[in-house]
């Protein structure tokens, strides 16, 4: 298992784009539009391979001066429970601190948030729906 960085545009990228469309966005019945994919150049882009195989991904979006925003979390179908999505976190958490943040902030699916709270995370607010699903803010002090 590699953790790696991706960038933008690469074949790498084009990967992490397909596997959450499959996890995230088919599933809903939404696409990711162009627009959507553009602003991500800023993210920090990151990803779980298998050999050259991409298992799961997440990005980080700038939010405020002293935080990322964890975004777009996606372990593949069949692979979910495994560790990937945990040691994937603990990467991103490790590239937040080396970039001097001292909070991670997400979007949490309500289906995820035991998860989330494995990890040290913790619900700030009540439930809302984005992308027609339950969600909750949370977050995590570094």
């Given amino acids: 298992m590699a953790l790696k960085i991706i960038d ?10 397909d596997l959450r469309y499959h996890v995230l966005r ?15 150049k800023e ?3 990151m990803g779980c391979f298998d ?10 979006t700038p939010f405020g001066e002293k935080a ?6 996606a372990v593949s179908n069949g692979l979910q429970g495994k560790g990937i999505g945990r040691v994937l976190m603990s990467f991103a958490e490790n590239i937040a601190r080396d970039m001097r ?3 991670l902030v997400m979007h949490a699916r309500k289906s995820a948030v035991g998860f989330y709270e494995k990890l040290g995370y913790k619900i700030c ?9 339950p969600h909750y803010v949370m977050e995590k002090e570094l």
Avoid: N, W
């Avoid at 545009?9 to 084009?14: F, I, P, V």
């Avoid at 050999?51 to 980080?60: A, H, T, V």
């Fill in 125 to 133: 607010g009540d439930e809302f729906e984005e992308v027609s699903i």
């Fill in 101 to 103: 943040k001292e909070k």
């Fill in 68 to 73: 990322f925003r964890l975004r777009q979390m």
């Fill in 26 to 40: 088919k599933p809903l019945g939404l696409e990711f539009s162009h627009e959507d994919l553009e602003r991500e």
């Fill in 8 to 17: 933008h545009g690469t074949a790498e990228y084009h990967q992490m784009v």
């Fill in 43 to 45: 993210d920090v882009l």
């Fill in 51 to 60: 050999d050259e195989k991409l298992e799961g991904c997440c990005l980080l």
